[in-house]
T-cell receptor
Framework: AQSVTQLGSHVSVSEGALVLLRCNYS??????LFWYVQYPNQGLQLLLK??????LVKGINGFEAEFKKSETSFHLTKPSAHMSDAAEYFC??????????????FGRGTQLTVWP | NAGVMQNPRHLVRRRGQEARLRCSPM?????VYWYRQLPEEGLKFMVY????????ESGMPKERFSAEFPKEGPSILRIQQVVRGDSAAYFC?????????????FGDGTRLSIL
């Protein structure tokens, strides 16, 4: 089974500062990777995904993530934080690519706070 | 609204009662997943269904929990004889096409509270 580690359950940045949210996965065979955002009392919204191809993936709201196979990482970044980015962010991975099951394994989440 | 629809949004039950949570997937999606979110934790997979079939129930508790996705109508997650520990947010997600690698689209969840 996969495991997903998100370093830092809480991250605080000032408005306009760089956002860096970390995600590492356990499998030696690269899975498919996703970042989701959750606003209070809502479901999860897909930010971006990596399946194949270019390892730097661009998503919505100015976020991007880079898949690094050698580091088994998929860190999420945004050059300049906005107040509206305050939310909880989840990294998720699928089983290895040989699986026919589509379940997602989630990290425990990182709560992002943006200070004015 | 073409998104994943879950109802009710909030459900309160007393210990020992039954809870039924409903999920209508996005139009055209045939894969449904249920996840449970406990406070301060990420989402935990419970069950994966296609129409009339349970594909993977490895995350379901062995007792009291069941799920179905009938040919017609929404997917149902059923919890019998609820206990305090069942209090959580339950999310449904759906996807289309081949399951692995397809992004899952989530509903807004059902928040279950057990008195």
């Amino acid at each position: 089974a996969q495991s997903v580690t998100q370093l830092g359950s809480h991250v605080s940045v000032s408005e306009g500062a760089l956002v860096l949210l970390r995600c590492n996965y356990s499998s030696s065979v690269p899975p498919y990777l996703f970042w989701y955002v959750q606003y209070p009392n809502q479901g999860l919204q897909l930010l971006l995904k990596y399946t194949t191809g270019a390892t730097l993936v661009k998503g919505i709201n100015g976020f991007e993530a880079e898949f690094k196979k050698s580091e088994t990482s998929f860190h999420l970044t945004k050059p300049s934080a906005h107040m509206s980015d305050a939310a909880e962010y989840f990294c998720a991975v699928t089983p290895d690519r040989g699986s026919t099951l589509g379940r997602l394994y989630f990290g425990r989440g990182t709560q992002l706070t943006v200070w004015p | 609204n073409a998104g994943v629809m879950q109802n009710p949004r909030h459900l309160v039950r007393r210990r020992g009662q039954e809870a039924r949570l409903r999920c209508s997937p996005m139009k055209g999606h045939s894969h449904v997943y249920w996840y449970r979110q406990l406070p301060e934790e990420g989402l935990k997979f419970m069950v994966y269904l296609q129409k009339e079939n349970i594909i993977d129930e490895s995350g379901m508790p062995k007792e009291r929990f069941s799920a179905e996705f009938p040919k017609e109508g929404p997917s149902i997650l059923r919890i019998q004889q609820v206990v305090r520990g069942d209090s959580a947010a339950y999310f449904c997600a759906s996807s289309g096409g081949q399951p692995v690698g397809q992004p899952q689209h989530f509903g807004d969840g059902t928040r279950l509270s057990i008195l």
